[in-house]
């Protein structure tokens, strides 16, 4: 793995960790400071407070994963349909007159090797994606000339159909798995709340006299991890999909 990627997965599992323990730390310290000059703090209902803010916590970070989930989950189904529709174009394809059958099975293969070629170097998806546009853009310049053929239309409309699903399925992939990810007013919301919920339970442990750094660090351990997934998962680079269908598919048509 990459320098780069290293200090990113590196940061997305310090700055959640620290984020909750620091607060906690000094809404501790601020506690026990307010509770030695005012001793009648333990009886006011700190508690409920940090109990409805930590369900509104709760619904956040739910929501965020939800999000996050989704569209992992998106992603491997714009995988799977990639993998039906370049094998469908390829067997369609044995309908159409030479020699746009040849060139179009060569194209696809090219285009399964792009594919290939991506998972085995993530670094290279700028040529792969110019590689993969202009093999597209060649399987329709030859369906465009298909009507020129004694093709029926039929049988046209079958294969034209199969190429313009292989096109619309990778704008989808390139579009999900580059442009679309959690919006950042939600993670800075997701933050600022866990801010202050932690805040407000070291306070709680606080004018409570309860609590120690090994309690604390396990809390902040415990609300990381779940935020690190949310992160892990938002990120293509990191969550990287199970590529078995298409490596199988690859193998095919060898």
């Known amino acids: 793995m990459e320098t780069s990627s290293v200090l990113r997965l590196a940061g997305m599992i310090l700055i959640p960790f620290i984020l909750v323990l620091t607060p906690i730390i000094l809404g501790q310290r601020y506690?026990?400071?307010?509770?030695?000059?005012?001793?009648?703090?333990q009886r006011t209902p700190v508690g409920s407070i940090t109990g409805a803010a930590f369900a509104l916590?709760?619904?956040l970070l739910a929501f965020t994963f939800q999000m996050a989930a989704t569209r992992f989950d998106a992603r491997k189904k714009l995988?799977?349909?990639?993998?039906?529709?370049i094998r469908t174009t390829y067997l369609r394809a044995a309908l159409i007159p030479e020699p746009f059958?040849?060139?179009?099975?060569?194209?696809?293969?090219?285009?399964?090797?792009?594919?290939?070629?991506?998972?085995?170097d993530?670094?290279?998806l700028d040529y792969v994606m110019?590689?993969?546009?202009?093999?597209?853009?060649?399987l329709w310049n030859n369906t465009t000339k298909l009507p020129g053929t004694?093709?029926?239309?039929?049988?046209?409309?079958?294969?034209?159909?199969?190429?313009?699903?292989?096109?619309?399925?990778y704008n989808q992939r390139v579009t999900m798995t580059l442009e679309y990810r959690i919006p950042v007013v939600v993670f800075w919301s997701l933050f600022f709340v866990t801010f202050f919920c932690m805040l407000l339970l070291g306070y709680q442990f606080g004018i409570s006299g309860r609590g120690n750094f090994k309690i604390f660090t396990l809390l902040a351990l415990?609300?990381?991890?779940?935020?690190?997934?949310?992160l892990l998962l938002d990120n293509p680079r990191f969550s990287k999909l199970n590529q078995k269908p298409l490596l199988t598919l690859h193998h095919q048509l060898k």
Do not use: C, H
């Open 31 to 41: 506690g026990i400071n307010q509770s030695r000059k005012f001793p009648d703090l």
């Open 57 to 59: 916590l709760a619904f």
């Open 79 to 85: 995988l799977l349909d990639e993998v039906t529709n």
């Open 101 to 120: 059958q040849s060139d179009t099975r060569k194209l696809l293969i090219d285009y399964v090797n792009l594919r290939v070629e991506l998972n085995n």
């Open 122 to 124: 993530p670094s290279r």
């Open 130 to 138: 110019t590689g993969s546009s202009r093999i597209l853009d060649s």
């Open 150 to 169: 004694n093709l029926s239309p039929a049988i046209f409309s079958l294969f034209a159909s199969s190429v313009n699903n292989l096109v619309d399925n």
């Open 222 to 230: 415990t609300f990381s991890t779940v935020m690190f997934l949310i």
